[in-house]
C-alpha cells in the first residue's frame, strides 16, 4: 500500500522560508518521479516541482524559479521541497505525489498524500 505523508507546513510571515517533506512508503522513491502541487483556496491544483528518478533532473512553474528547491534522500525515502522567500501567492495547500514514468509537470501522477497547509502572511 502507497502512502505519501507530507509535513512542515505552518504560518510564515512575507519573506521568510519554510522546507516541506513527503515520506514515501510502499514505493521506492529512487524508481519513482516525485513531485509536489498546491491548491489555493478557489484555485484550481497547480503543479510546482517535480525530480525525475532517472537523472535527478527537475522541473518547476516559473513563479517559483529561483525561490524553491525539490530534492530527494533516497536512503530515507522522503523528497523535499525547499521554499524561500514566500509571499502571500504561495498559500496553499501543498501536495506530494507519485508516479513511475511520464512527463515531469503533467497532472497524471496515480498517488497523492493528504497535503500540509502552508500560509504567507504578509
Known amino acids: 500500500q502507497v502512502q505519501l505523508v507530507e509535513s512542515g507546513g505552518g504560518l510564515v510571515q512575507a519573506g521568510g522560508s519554510l522546507r516541506l517533506s513527503c515520506a514515501a512508503s510502499?514505493?521506492?522513491?529512487?524508481?519513482?518521479?516525485m513531485a509536489w502541487f498546491r491548491q489555493a483556496p478557489g484555485k484550481d491544483r497547480e503543479f510546482v516541482s517535480a525530480i525525475s528518478w532517472r537523472d535527478s533532473s527537475t522541473d518547476y512553474v516559473d513563479s517559483v524559479k529561483g525561490r524553491f528547491t525539490i530534492s530527494r534522500d533516497n536512503a530515507k525515502n522522503i523528497i523535499y521541497l525547499q521554499m524561500n522567500t514566500l509571499n502571500d501567492e504561495d498559500t496553499a495547500v501543498y501536495y506530494c505525489?507519485?508516479?513511475?514514468?511520464?512527463?515531469?509537470?503533467?497532472?497524471?501522477?496515480?498517488?497523492w498524500g493528504q497535503g500540509t497547509q502552508v500560509t504567507v502572511s504578509s
Open positions: 505525489a507519485a508516479k513511475r514514468y511520464g512527463r515531469l509537470g503533467d497532472y497524471a501522477y496515480p498517488y
Open positions: 510502499g514505493l521506492p522513491i529512487s524508481t519513482y518521479i
